[in-house]
């Protein structure tokens, strides 16, 4: 099947820094992303929707300036939580999919994020 | 707004034994629904799907039927393998957002011992 990446895998960073994580599609064209945030024995959290080209759809709740989603190609989205405190310390898990609203979704491994 | 709900683990078993995870959904229309599997250090794979009433998903043992009537979608597995250790995930894709959003459950840890 599709492979979807994340990178990193895992970061520590101090509270007040910024963070990227990159997603990107190995062998397919992705039209649209989608951001999860996971917490301990919860369940996945849509964050936010991105089309390729277009400015990203945010969740109720989730604010845009503090996680910047950049979708540049079809192959590549970045999630960028900037100005990183404590409380968003998780589980950041991207997906992807290819051309219809009904193509089948793939998702990375997960990039588990703590903040100091 | 769309809901899954499915039995919270971890649910411990023996090799061979018989699985059934339990899901139930709450979604306006006819959502179609998914099982997908996480695997320590790895990322989502679909499991299995169905995308109207009465339909079977199948696929490596693993089966789940929708069930609109009871607004469910269990999991089952006739003999499950130490393989089979992962996380598993319930979800629907509904109306909500055009179509374009999976609306999860908590997941279940199923751990199988020899």
């Known amino acids: 099947g599709a492979v979807v990446s994340q990178h990193p895998s895992w970061v520590i960073c101090k509270s007040g820094t910024s963070v990227k994580i990159e997603c990107r599609s190995l062998d397919f064209q992705a039209t649209t992303m989608f951001w999860y945030r996971q917490f301990p024995k919860q369940s996945l959290m849509l964050m936010a929707t991105s089309n390729e080209g277009s400015k990203a759809t945010y969740e109720q709740g989730v604010e845009k300036d503090k996680f910047l989603i950049n979708h540049a190609s079809l192959t590549l989205s970045t999630l960028t939580v900037t100005s990183a405190h404590p409380e968003d310390s998780s589980f950041y898990i991207c997906s992807a999919r290819g051309a219809g609203v009904m193509g089948a979704q793939y998702f990375g491994p997960g990039t588990r994020l703590l903040v100091l | 707004g769309d809901s899954v709900t499915q039995m919270e683990g971890p649910v411990t078993l023996s090799e061979e034994a018989f699985l059934t995870i339990n899901c139930t959904y709450t979604a306006t229309g006819y959502p179609s629904l998914f099982w997908y599997v996480q695997y320590p250090g790895e990322g989502l794979q679909l499991l299995l799907k169905?995308?109207?009433?009465?339909d079977k998903g199948s696929n490596k043992g693993f089966e789940a039927t929708y069930r609109k009537e009871t607004t469910s979608f269990h999991l089952e597995k006739g003999s499950v393998q130490v393989s089979d250790s992962a996380v598993y995930f319930c979800?629907?894709?509904?109306?909500?957002?055009?179509?374009?959003?999976?609306?999860f459950g908590t997941g279940t840890q199923l751990k199988v011992e020899l």
């Open positions: 979800a629907l894709r509904g109306l909500t957002g055009g179509g374009n959003k999976l609306t």
């Open positions: 169905a995308t109207k009433a009465d």
